[in-house]
């Protein structure tokens, strides 16, 4: 009962492993939009450079130039954020924004005329 009200006092979710599953409104996902130009070879390498960093840093492409990535925390962003900052190119066009997991769920998703839902919470290990 102890650990319950604890994780509850944390904004946590008991959950069958202990209290590592944050709530749906503490839980963050960081978008990064962006647009990076591509007329010379030299952009080009630029764009796919900043793509593929996004990439190894766990981020999911939801469209060309979208892309999310799940954290359990707003202080979680805080180094990532950090991270992706120095890795835009000098003339990328980049905004970074975070939403509360609950309001992640509550976005509408389209593929042509048919709806979609939105992507899942992926599955993540915690390492301590």
Known sequence: MGNEKNCLSHGLVNS?????????????WLFVMFDVPVATKAERKHYAQFRKHLISEGFLGLQYSVYARYFE??????????????????AGRVRVLHVTERQFATMSVFFGKRQDEPEEVPEQLLLF
């Open 16 to 28: 069958t492993h202990g209290c590592a599953t944050p709530s749906r409104y503490q839980a963050m």
């Open 73 to 90: 925390s707003e202080e979680a962003t805080t180094a990532c954020r950090r991270r992706v900052a120095e890795k835009i190119p000098e």
